[in-house]
């Protein structure tokens, strides 16, 4: 999604912003440009579609200096993606750069008579203009009285050309944290344009003001009061966010997991068994729900349904897993018994915490599985459960969907050993065998050679069917989500099942399946259905267990994970279906780490 900084202090401004830009491309986005004060006092503003080394390049004619700008990168929401809708945008006195949709920017447009001003499509320019006509010398006062005509969600980053050196900052939903250092203030829609300038940081309160200045960063309410923001220090540093040698991050990332699975489960071990008074989780809340609702999306999702897989055999409650942006709309079946687990990589994924906050109003206790610090979702949710993976900076999540698991399959213990599903023993032994699976997950990473070998014979595909029962076809989910959004390929994923419900139509000579045959209990009924496939012309490329006895002619290529408990599969598992994915993009010569039309935060609905 749209990504955002602004700067004001010492050193260039060019400079820093665009290299924020650049820390900001991992978001997605197809746009981006940059306002610049310069020294003579007025604003210079530089736009570019496409990639931001455009934009770098472009600026190259910049050279006068400047100690204060803002800068976007765009992922278009109203009106194509042209240089007249990139932001920043200007209006009269006003120049500012926007995260988020107006919902309301039609009306608005008939109320305030822009249309014939507007240079742009976007809802971001209407806000511009606004601000424009209720200016008159005070920024905040001008900005206290936009916000109440907006309806949506926001960040603006605002410049006024008769504040040099000034930048203002408002929020509401999207994100935006802020860092007052040696060399300046900034401000920018994530930590990773920060980073490199300081790890402690703020995260700006919804509705609220604030003011960047070179000596000053200052948050106020709308009624001029100032305000301490809660100063929070970041995990990880610059160096984690590097690629050191990888030709991808998404490569990197994958390497990264069993390091990531150690950091996120071993702090959390008291005696061999998951134990979280650090994280301030009671027993009591898991003792006392009846039942679990899980909400998130796409990949964070795939992981719940992992974790449906297991707990409801394992604990015996019911579980439910809601994609976000369905449930925030549902009238859910929850009350103060039901534990809402909500889980997110960013922990600012819109349509999630909206779910969150529907759960919120039903009064049902919220835990969260986050990875980014001090996000919204984190904040405002009633315990937290923080994942330790860094950093993810490719779009496509792999070890962020690794530690979520982690962290689900701890819960499933802790739940299983306080509901005395678990003895004290029960739940050693289910610790332990979940560490044995990261070594077998290392195993997987070191067969690179053999799973590129895989993704070279579906290079061509047009589409690919994923197919597993039980918990391998929650893998079969992220396996097909994962080649779609970096391959491009068409893939889908079924429970082996029901194929032949209507699915199987589509399996022609050649069509390749990716069949996941770990779950011993049903395994021979998932290789039936391998067999079905098989007698309708498919290459099948079947992922399956060390010791899996598989007769002759079953599948055209067999990957072997480690053997290991069905319940432990899942990180080889993850990594296998990753790489298999990373290396059809590369075989394409896709974008691997910044697919088209994908962004990394969904600050939008
Ligand atoms: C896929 C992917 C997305 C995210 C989804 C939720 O690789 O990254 O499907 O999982 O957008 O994002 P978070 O976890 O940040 O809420």
Redesign the pocket.
């Known amino acids: 999604m749209c990504g955002i900084i602004g700067y004001t202090g010492p050193l260039s401004a060019k400079e820093i912003i665009l290299n924020g830009l650049t820390q900001l491309e991992y978001r997605g986005y197809d746009s981006a440009g940059i306002a610049l004060c310069m020294e003579s006092s007025y604003i210079r503003m530089l736009k570019k579609t496409g990639k931001v080394s455009n934009l770098k390049e472009a600026s190259k004619q910049i050279k006068e200096v400047s100690h204060s700008g803002i800068g976007h990168t765009r992922w278009a929401t109203h009106g194509c993606v042209s240089e007249n809708n990139t932001h920043p945008h200007q209006a009269g006195r006003v120049t500012l750069v926007h995260n988020g949709i107006i919902e309301n920017y039609h009306q608005l447009i008939c109320q305030f008579g822009l249309e014939k001003k507007l240079k742009s499509e976007t809802d971001s320019e209407v806000a511009a203009w606004i601000l424009d006509s209720f200016y008159q010398g005070d920024p905040a006062e001008a900005i206290g009285r936009l916000l109440p005509l907006l309806e949506g969600s926001y960040s603006f980053c605002i410049m006024f050309e008769d504040c040099p050196g000034e930048i203002y900052a408002v929020r509401s939903v999207s994100p935006l944290v802020a860092a007052y250092t040696h060399s300046g203030a900034l401000v920018a829609s994530d930590l990773t344009a920060l980073i490199p300038y300081s790890r402690q940081y703020f995260v700006l309160p919804e509705k609220h003001l604030l003011k960047l200045t070179a000596y000053s960063a200052k948050v106020y309410t709308f009624e001029g009061r100032e305000i301490m923001p809660e100063i929070i220090e970041a995990d990880w540093n610059m160096d984690a966010a590097m690629k050191h040698g990888f030709s991808h991050f998404m490569l990197k990332e994958i390497h990264e997991q069993p390091e990531a699975l150690n950091q996120t489960i071993l702090p959390r071990l008291t005696d061999g068994i998951p134990d979280f008074s650090q994280d301030g989780i009671p027993d009591s809340l898991l003792k006392n729900c009846t039942r679990i609702q899980i909400a998130?999306?796409?990949?964070?999702?795939h992981a719940g349904m992992a974790a449906r897989a297991l707990i409801e055999p394992l604990v015996r409650i019911p579980v439910t897993v809601s994609i976000a942006s369905e449930f925030r709309y549902e009238e859910p079946l929850i009350d103060k018994n039901t534990l809402v687990i909500i889980?997110?990589?960013?922990?600012?994924?819109i349509d999630?915490l909206a779910a969150l906050r529907l759960a919120k109003n039903y009064g049902s206790p919220t835990l969260s599985v986050v990875?980014v610090k001090g996000s919204t979702?984190a904040r405002e949710s009633d315990y937290v459960l923080y994942t330790h993976a860094g950093p993810e900076i490719a779009?496509?999540?792999?070890k962020?969907?690794s530690v979520?698991l982690a962290a689900l399959y701890l819960l499933s213990c802790r739940l299983a050993y306080v509901k005395g599903r678990f003895n004290l023993d029960q739940a050693k032994g289910f610790t332990n065998k979940l560490l044995s699976s990261i070594p077998a997950m290392k195993e997987v990473i070191k067969c690179k050679n053999e799973i590129q070998a895989i993704g070279n014979e579906i290079l061509s595909a047009a589409d690919i069917f994923f197919i597993g029962r039980g918990l391998d076809y929650s893998f079969s989910l992220e396996g097909a989500?994962?080649l779609k959004?970096i391959s491009y390929i068409h893939a889908e994923a079924y429970a082996a099942g029901e194929l032949k419900h209507g699915t199987i139509a589509l399996i022609s000579p050649g069509v390749p399946v990716v069949a996941i045959a770990t779950q011993e209990r049903i395994l021979g009924k998932t290789l039936s259905n391998v067999k079905e496939v098989k007698a309708r012309g498919a290459f099948v490329i079947l992922i399956t267990k060390e010791e899996t006895e598989i007769s002759p002619g079953l599948a055209d290529v067999i990957f072997r994970i480690p053997q290991i408990e069905d319940r432990f599969t899942i990180f080889p598992i993850a990594a296998v279906l990753q790489l298999i994915a990373y290396f059809v993009s590369v075989g394409k010569g896709l974008d691997v780490d910044q697919p088209r039309n994908?962004a990394?935060?969904?600050t939008v609905e």
């Open positions: 998130a999306c796409g990949t964070a999702m889980i997110s990589q960013s922990g600012e994924t999630t990875n979702i779009v496509a999540s792999t962020a969907y979520q989500l994962k959004e994908l990394k935060s969904v």
